[in-house]
T-cell receptor, first 117, second 111 residues
Framework: DAGVIQSPRHEVTEMGQEVTLRCKPI?????LFWYRQTMMRGLELLIY????????DSGMPEDRFSAKMPNASFSTLKIQPSEPRDSAVYFC???????????????FGDGTRLSIL | TQLLEQSPQFLSIQEGENLTVYCNSS?????LQWYRQEPGEGPVLLVT?????EVKKLKRLTFQFGDARKDSSLHITAAQTGDTGLYLC???????????FGSGTKLNVKP
């Protein structure tokens, strides 16, 4: 089974440019998460979806960030305009419905390393 | 501020030594997960604990969930170079689909 697939693996762009990160979750998983990881702040949850619907976007830093999930097999995280402080590794993760137990593993992609110059 | 504090932040030991990593919070969690992350990759789940006082063993790794479900520990016996990586704890609060990650412990096991 293919895991969570993220693209691109690396992105270097100049500030002010639009950046789009892509994620394909594991087939059959109902939940999709976007995280950002930095040395200073660790792994932070930005937003998550259930059945393609955004459930909690309280971690999205500001209006420059937006996320969509047009179907069960694809999600995007967009930054417009980008700023140097957005530089980080962005991870996508998916999981199946936990029902009444919180022991469903989140399956992470290998991340997109984003550098804004 | 982090909801979950991990200690130590960095740990460098010789192969064969034992170590313990701690994950602490003032909040009560419904469940607690431990992940290991290697450079250039995403975190991979090691274990989930859901009951206060629960102890789980995974080969040389022993995980414990505190009685009050506010803290957890990871103990590694006879560390190997393959244990090198970033260890992250993640606590779930009532909403099982939202986990708060700790700051991480970077472990380096030297041959």
């Amino acid at each position: 089974d293919a895991g969570v697939i993220q693209s691109p693996r690396h992105e270097v762009t100049e500030m002010g440019q639009e950046v789009t990160l892509r994620c394909k979750p594991i087939s059959g998983h109902d939940y999709l998460f976007w995280y950002r990881q930095t040395m200073m702040r660790g792994l932070e949850l930005l937003i998550y979806f259930n059945n393609n619907v955004p459930i909690d976007d309280s971690g999205m830093p500001e209006d420059r960030f937006s996320a969509k999930m047009p179907n069960a097999s694809f999600s995007t995280l967009k930054i417009q305009p980008s700023e140097p402080r957005d530089s980080a590794v962005y991870f996508c993760a998916s999981t199946s419905d936990p029902r009444d137990r919180g022991d469903q593993p989140q399956h992470f992609g290998d991340g997109t390393r984003l550098s804004i110059l | 501020t982090q909801l979950l504090e991990q200690s130590p932040q960095f740990l460098s030991i010789q192969e064969g030594e034992n170590l313990t990593v701690y994950c602490n919070s003032s909040s009560v969690f419904s469940s607690l997960q431990w992940y290991r992350q290697e450079p250039g990759e995403g975190p991979v789940l090691l274990v989930t604990v859901v009951t206060g006082g629960e102890v789980k063993k995974l080969k040389r790794l022993t995980f414990q969930f505190g009685d009050a479900r506010k803290d957890s520990s990871l103990h590694i016996t006879a560390a190997q170079t393959g244990d090198t990586g970033l260890y992250l704890c993640a606590g779930g609060i009532y909403n099982f689909n939202k986990f708060y990650f700790g700051s991480g412990t970077k472990l380096n096991v030297k041959p």
